[in-house]
């Protein structure tokens, strides 16, 4: 069911550098993050560097408060929210039911947009079913260890693409410079907090906790290899957004070239390295929008599953250890299946317009919830006292909660103005 990382003849950790952190990076940086800083890099050149260091601190942070909590005690993040209230089952719930389903349709989309783009003998909706029922094949047993192969090769992929793409714009290291003084140019508020709050993930940031059980890192004598290891992920994600930066002010801010929203803005950009450095350049960065949805498929569909199972799992009062609790068992392949067939009808019908305003509510009430609920859970004696927050922690948590809940208020508002 797990897979224990450790000698096998002296029992003492075998400690890797490629772990959960690599995984919850990779899983948390999708199509939309991609496009999100492309359109920011188009806008407003490097300006917004400092957001995407700032943005990448603030997750390092919330990771490695998820993570500390379970190494310290033992117990899942939900059982941390749980020990709140039952008032967070209300909000939990409905959230992962809802999001689960309209996710599972917007991957699917993406993936298969990618795949259309480069073999268009199907459909971009016949495509995002064959990925949803290939991540749902990859990860129905519950093995870890295959599961992290998959993700580290598809961050290789995402990551050679894209730094490539940057460098063959022959990027102007003076001006990156500037981008590191932390401005907000005129109207671009919204953009820098997109931008910031895009680096790495949301629901999936609460998932690292499960991913450490499942490598086996389960004990506080592994917290300094998780810190190291959430660092790591972390850099390698700040590297791979700052080069989507530099083809955004590189290739599109210096020609005022626009390119389209969502998903199709990659499709856009892969047009644009085409016509500038050759046909091989497009589908070499098209191989590399791939490998950025299919990453953010296969991740949600393991480690959002493995929350849910869990959650469901503490709801009914099964024990810590019940199968059903845990990867492999009934309520996991349950939420892999509702990531996976459900959505599949809005690939071809369309998406309701209240289950849209829903999920926007509450997916936009979440990274606030979780920076509110480790400032809660991290200060208290629900944690032993030599792994409670440090002053530090405490205010760039109380900064993380400031950020995301303005980016909360703005998409709270951009979704009642698209359901109007």
């Not at 994600?237 to 700052?242: E, K």
């Not at 067939?341 to 926007?360: D, S």
């Amino acid at each position: 069911m797990t897979v224990r990382d450790v000698n096998q003849s002296t029992g003492e950790p075998k400690w890797s550098l490629v772990g959960p952190g690599i995984v919850v990076a990779a899983t948390g940086v999708g199509a939309a993050d991609l496009i999100a800083t492309t359109v920011a890099g188009s806008k407003y050149g490097y300006a917004l560097l400092w957001a995407i260091i700032a943005g990448c601190i603030m997750k390092v942070v919330l990771v490695e408060g998820a993570g500390r909590y379970t190494l310290a005690t033992g117990n899942t993040i939900f059982e941390g929210w749980s020990s709140l209230g039952r008032w967070k089952h209300w909000y939990f719930g409905p959230y992962i039911v809802i999001w689960g389903f309209v996710y599972g349709a917007a991957a699917m989309a993406g993936t298969g947009l990618a795949l259309y783009s480069l073999f268009p003998a199907l459909s971009v909706a016949v495509w995002g079913i064959v990925s949803g029922l290939l991540g749902m094949l990859l990860v129905w047993s519950g093995r870890y260890d295959r599961f992290e192969k998959v993700l580290t090769a598809l961050v290789c992929l995402m990551f050679v693409t894209m730094v490539l793409a940057a460098a063959l714009t022959l990027p102007n290291l003076g001006e990156i410079l500037t981008g590191l003084v932390p401005i907000i140019p005129e109207g671009a508020l919204i953009n820098v907090l997109s931008v910031a709050g895009g680096v790495g993930g949301t629901i999936t940031l609460a998932a690292y906790g499960y991913w450490l059980r499942e490598k086996g890192w389960t004990t506080p004598r592994f917290m300094r290899v998780m810190r190291l290891d959430n660092g790591i992920a972390y850099l390698v994600t700040g590297i791979f957004v700052v080069a989507t930066l530099i083809v955004g002010a590189e290739l599109l801010y210096s020609a005022g070239i626009v390119i389209g929203a969502g998903d199709q803005g990659m499709v856009d950009l892969a047009g644009v390295l085409g016509e500038r450095y050759g046909t091989w350049m497009s589908k070499l960065f098209l191989v590399g929008f791939w490998a950025a949805s299919m990453s953010s498929l296969v991740g949600v569909w393991n480690g959002v599953s493995l929350m849910f199972a869990d959650f469901l799992g503490h709801v009914q009062g099964k024990p810590h250890e019940d199968p059903d609790r845990l990867a492999g068992g009934r309520y996991y392949k349950f939420y892999i299946f509702w990531l996976t067939i459900p959505p599949m009808v809005m690939l071809f019908v369309g998406q309701p317009v209240y289950l849209i305003l829903a999920y926007g509510v509450l997916g936009a009430l979440f990274m606030p919830f979780m920076s509110v609920t480790l400032l809660w859970i991290l200060n208290t004696d629900r944690v032993p006292r030599e792994w409670r927050n440090k002053l530090l922690t405490n205010i760039l948590l109380v900064l993380c909660t400031l950020a995301f809940a303005a980016l909360a208020l703005d998409q709270l508002r951009g979704a009642i103005v698209k359901v109007l």
